[in-house]
């Protein structure tokens, strides 16, 4: 199919495509305006890029939203921070209800501010059952802390080393029962993962793309994506 001027194969779609979504605060300061009028600008970005990667049949979104490590911001970044949170959640779960959308949120859920972890909760349980795309927002995730808090998991649950295998632990992340990512993009040209699906991107593509969050749009996706179609994935064997 052609989709803005870039022809995509159905069969080749990522199943799953995570993205880091960053360069807000930059996008704010080249209009000489307030980091948070980016993270605004931001959300935008999201409705659009939800809707496209659902229209294209992608099954898992996975937006980096707010990393363990975002913390160390300013409160007044942090709680603009969660205040959109909140602002997209309200503003958007009818229309993602509408479309068959999931909601999940992977990371530490437990010290995010009770008005975050209200709305999460209401928005999950509203499209708990939806069969369409899963959108999983990273709130206060690491991949670190995930792989922690699985271990401790098990532990709990008297695992014994011996039935500890690969499928189990990925039972035990976030992202329980969802395909590892396919496509990892990260946006803003800085290339690295910042503690940003550690396990489940052990065989991703990555692109690394210069465009600032805010203004990525949906032929930039598609670009990506047609991109992505063209490498040969090997996973470690000989074609
Ligand atoms: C990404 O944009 C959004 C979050 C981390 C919440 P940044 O806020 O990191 O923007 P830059 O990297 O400073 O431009
Ligand atoms: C990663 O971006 C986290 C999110 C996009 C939510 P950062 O801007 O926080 O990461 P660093 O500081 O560049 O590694
Ligand atoms: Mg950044």
Redesign the pocket.
Known sequence: MDVYGYELLEEKMPKHVAI??????????KRMMP?LY??RA?MKTVHNTVKLASDLGIQVLTL????TE?WS?SKE?VDG?MSLVVEYIKREINELHANNVILKIIGDKNHLPLKVIKAVDSGMHQTEKNSGMILNIALNYGGREEILHAIKKMIRDGIKDDEITEDLMMQYLYTANQPDPDLMIRT?G?KRLSNFLLWQNAYSEFIFDDV??PDFDAKTFCRLIAEYQNRDRRFGAVK
């Open positions: 880091i979504m960053d360069g807000n605060g930059r996008w704010a300061k980091r980016g993270h931001a980096y939203a707010f990393s975002n911001r970044e921070l803003s800085e600032l969050w």
